[in-house]
């Protein structure tokens, strides 16, 4: 396989994390804010999808050339391999696809040539016992050479059963959900000052836009049996740690891990850690319900013993 050699723009973006905001605050020259839309916003998302439902991996590694500095962020960990994304996407026609639908929850422009797309992908897929409905939440990266458009970086999460998860849905994912990664430290801040002045504590939530299961718990967090919970003892603030790159003096000061999203923490008027999820408990939108929600806010609410 040829190795493409990426361009000046494009390396110029090697700081920014894909899914940690659409761009980078510095970079920002043009931004397309997009409802929950099909993948017809951008063509090239449309013969990416064409190619996975047919189970083309030919198809998908012409989409995923060999450029310095390209990398997929997977559950496994960050990997450089070109051949990962083409491999797993492809492999669904064989597991039994039915339907892909991904759907651009955000789009944005850092410069010309470049476009970022925040997605979740629901797919179907046949089963022994009928049709299974699933969720991947991600980003892509794309960069346009030579008059075409290939995936220079990329994230995704496990597939996840929507028939699985406990928690309410969000009708339509807040794509502005975890501002810039720069913020975080002002964000936190805030919320601190905050705290001091009606004593409260300051709920800490570490997540990403592109992490499906960081929107599902908002949703929770928001649902009339939580909300009033919430909203009598924490000030909430959302660190953005992107591919699990940004924010991590926040995350180690938290004892959080950047790469189990989301990971809660809860501090003190003063600062100080009153406790932390170390082990990404809530990282995965099947595996807890209401009751673990509320049982943890309850727990470790001002005054709680």
Known sequence: MTRMRANGAILGLLAC??????????????????KTVAASAFEPLDRWKLAVMAGDRNALAALYPAIDGAFVQTPMGR?????????????LHARGLVSINPKILQMSTPQAGVEVLTLRIEIVMREATGQENLLVSGAQMWVEQGGGWFIYRSKRTDLLPRAAIRLPEPARPNPQLYPEPS??????????????????????????????DCHVLDAAFHSKAVQPLVTANYHVVH???????????LARRCEVQPDRLPSLAVLDVDGR?????????????????????????????????
């Open 183 to 212: 913020e975080g430290p002002r964000d936190l801040d805030a919320a601190l000052a905050a705290a001091r002045a009606d004593h409260k504590r300051v709920l800490v939530v570490f997540g990403a836009n592109w992490c499906y």
């Open 239 to 249: 660190i953005n740690v992107g591919d699990g790159s940004e924010n991590n003096d």
């Open 79 to 91: 990997i450089t391999d070109p051949n990962e994304e083409p491999e797993f996407w492809a492999g």
């Open 273 to 305: 850690l009153v406790t932390s999820q170390k082990n990404g408990e809530f990282d995965n939108a099947v595996k807890i319900g209401m009751g673990d929600v509320t049982g943890f806010l309850e727990r470790w609410k001002p005054g709680a013993k």
């Open 17 to 34: 994390a894909i899914a940690a905001a659409p761009v980078c605050a510095q970079q920002k020259t043009a931004s397309k804010q997009a």
